[in-house]
């Protein structure tokens, strides 16, 4: 048998159990993982509640889009892996009905990739949904180069922080937006270059004096809502805003682009085309072994205790990651 968190309604994380449920077999083309540790997200706060825009099947929804483990079986057809190989997940797109809240999820072979050497269980199980968004939205979508100006909004948060960090691996210039003063040497400390309050400071014209007048060349906005246009105002002509996350649930106005280019991020886009994983996974890989990139982790709970894991994301005081070990 295998310990499963399911849900069979929407609401708060009173209404998550942990179940036993008979272990599947991979078909042929997948393969089982023994889940060791796995991350709790903004996605499954909203899967949970009842704000995803997608499908849930409910009654007995599984959750859960990243984690770390072990291959424990193998299917037909599956040459590249072989029990006993430590891997993270890369993408589980039909997470309502294989989510790795649990202790055994069986996937498509081609949707692990390797655990990168140099991370324990907590950080490998932390590292892929921020590390693949932030890469995602700043490298293949932004382009980014040395040199180059980002703003990173929701800069406390997982994503937030993996984006710091990335854009110093490149040789960018990080900018770390915040509502909290009292959060600007932490977010120093994390990798930024210069950090915007705006409990104290205004935005566009932070940014501007932080880069000699000219505006940011890539703004990456986690928040969205009525604040964008701020961002956008922040921006250089010809920069370019990617929205990645939502934050903010209040509506988002139609951007003027005054010569910014707007691109919505769904890292599904490149979690789910073997190319672009594989030159994320040796991006992560190289940073790891280099010591530049790293998950930060918030706190680790006990499967027993998922609830306690979403309630303390819902609480929204958390810096980095929040972990469920198995
Ligand atoms: N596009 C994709 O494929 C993708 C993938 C992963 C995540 N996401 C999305 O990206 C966003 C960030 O994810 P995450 O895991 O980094 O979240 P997180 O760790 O929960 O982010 C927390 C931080 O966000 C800031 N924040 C929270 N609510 C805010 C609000 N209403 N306005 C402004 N800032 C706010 C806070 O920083 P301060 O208190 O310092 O302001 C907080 O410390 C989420 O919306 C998530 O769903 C999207």
């Given at each position: 048998?295998?310990?499963?968190?399911?849900?069979?309604?929407?609401g708060g994380?009173?209404?998550?159990?942990v179940?036993?449920?008979?272990?599947?077999?991979?078909?042929?083309?997948?393969?089982?993982?023994?889940?060791e540790?796995?991350a709790?997200?903004?996605?499954?706060?909203?899967?949970?509640s009842?704000?995803?825009?997608?499908?849930?099947?409910?009654?007995?929804?599984?959750?859960?889009?990243?984690?770390t483990?072990?291959?424990?079986?193998?299917?037909?057809?599956?040459?590249?892996?072989?029990i006993?190989?430590?891997?993270?997940?890369?993408?589980v797109?039909?997470?309502?009905?294989?989510?790795?809240?649990?202790?055994?999820?069986?996937?498509?072979?081609?949707?692990?990739?390797?655990?990168?050497?140099?991370?324990?269980?907590?950080?490998?199980?932390a590292?892929?949904?921020?590390?693949?968004?932030a890469?995602?939205?700043?490298?293949e979508?932004?382009?980014?180069?040395?040199?180059?100006h980002?703003?990173?909004?929701?800069?406390?948060?997982a994503?937030?922080?993996?984006?710091l960090?990335?854009?110093r691996?490149?040789g960018a210039?990080?900018?770390?937006?915040?509502?909290?003063?009292?959060k600007a040497?932490d977010?120093?400390?994390?990798?930024?270059?210069?950090?915007?309050?705006?409990d104290?400071?205004?935005?566009?014209?932070?940014?501007?004096?932080?880069?000699?007048?000219?505006?940011?060349?890539?703004?990456?906005?986690l928040?969205m809502?009525?604040?964008?246009?701020?961002?956008?105002?922040a921006?250089?002509?010809?920069?370019t805003?990617?929205?990645?996350?939502?934050?903010?649930?209040?509506?988002?106005?139609f951007?003027?682009?005054?010569g910014?280019?707007?691109?919505?991020?769904?890292?599904f886009?490149?979690?789910?085309?073997?190319?672009?994983?594989?030159?994320?996974?040796?991006?992560?890989?190289?940073?790891?072994?280099?010591?530049?990139?790293?998950?930060?982790?918030?706190?680790?709970?006990?499967l027993?205790?998922?609830?306690?894991?979403?309630?303390h994301?819902d609480?929204?005081?958390?810096?980095?990651?929040?972990?469920v070990?198995?």
């Open positions: 048998m295998s310990r499963v968190v399911v849900f069979d309604e929407f994380p009173d209404v998550l159990r179940v036993d449920e008979p272990v599947t077999e991979p078909a042929s083309g997948e393969v089982r993982v023994r889940v540790a796995f709790v997200n903004p996605l499954d706060r909203m899967m949970r009842g704000a995803m825009p997608s499908t849930v099947h409910l009654p007995h929804s599984r959750l859960g889009v990243e984690g483990g072990v291959v424990d079986a193998v299917g037909a057809g599956v040459t590249a892996l072989a006993g190989d430590p891997v993270i997940l890369a993408a797109p039909d997470a309502s009905a294989r989510g790795s809240h649990a202790e055994h999820i069986t996937v498509p072979a081609e949707r692990v990739i390797a655990r990168p050497a140099g991370l324990d269980v907590t950080e490998a199980a590292v892929w949904v921020a590390f693949s968004t890469y995602g939205a700043l490298v979508k932004a382009g980014m180069r040395p040199g180059d980002v703003l990173v909004t929701a800069a406390s948060g994503v937030g922080r993996a984006a960090q990335i854009a691996h490149v210039v990080p900018i770390a937006v915040t509502r909290h003063s009292g040497d977010l120093v400390a994390a990798g930024a270059a210069a950090v915007i309050a705006t104290r400071a205004d935005l566009a014209e932070a940014v501007h004096h932080h880069t000699a007048g000219t505006g940011a060349d890539i703004v990456l906005d928040v809502g009525p604040g964008q246009p701020n961002l956008l105002r921006a250089r002509p010809g920069a805003l990617v929205a990645a996350g939502f934050l903010d649930p209040r509506p988002t106005p951007p003027a682009t005054a910014v280019t707007v691109h919505s991020y769904r890292s886009e490149h979690t789910l085309d073997p190319a672009v994983v594989r030159r994320m996974a040796a991006f992560l890989t190289a940073g790891v072994r280099l010591g530049t990139l790293r998950p930060a982790i918030d706190r680790v709970f006990t027993a205790d998922v609830a306690g894991a979403h309630h994301l609480q929204g005081l958390h810096a980095g990651k929040v972990v070990t198995v």
